[in-house]
């Protein structure tokens, strides 16, 4: 059974840094990629930063472009999302996403499994 555990989400003021982490614990077989996605209060779920596994090549969305950062550590268990120069509009919920088979994690709908989230929160 696979398992994603967020974790790092907080508070802190505009400028500032936060790093999430996310463990993956289940199968990896066919892993193909995985996933940070966030969703503010009545807004829809988007896609903030994708880890394709086996090459370790990222993509990230436009709005954090620059700012955050993307990573796995080297037994490809634990992503890693680097947080910097936050703004009032990064707050939301994030979410860690995992895709298998030929997902990209590029939409909500190309996760094959998503973990319970952590509120990050930037003030002004």
């Known amino acids: 059974q696979v398992q994603l555990v967020e974790s790092g989400g907080g508070s802190v003021e505009d400028g500032g840094s936060l790093t999430l982490s996310c463990e993956h614990s289940?199968?990896?077989?066919?892993?193909?990629?995985m996933a940070w996605f966030r969703q503010a209060p009545g807004k829809e779920r988007e896609m903030v930063a994708i880890?394709?596994?086996?090459?370790?090549?990222?993509f990230y969305g436009d709005s954090v472009e620059g700012r955050f950062t993307i990573s796995q550590d080297n037994a490809k268990i634990r992503v890693d999302m680097e947080m910097n120069s936050l703004k009032p509009d990064d707050t939301a919920k994030y979410y860690c996403g995992v895709g298998y088979g030929h997902q990209w994690c590029n939409r909500v709908a190309t996760v094959t499994y998503w973990g319970l989230g952590t509120q990050v929160t930037v003030s002004a």
């Open positions: 289940g199968h990896t077989r066919g892993r193909n990629c």
């Open positions: 880890i394709h596994t086996a090459s370790g090549k990222t």
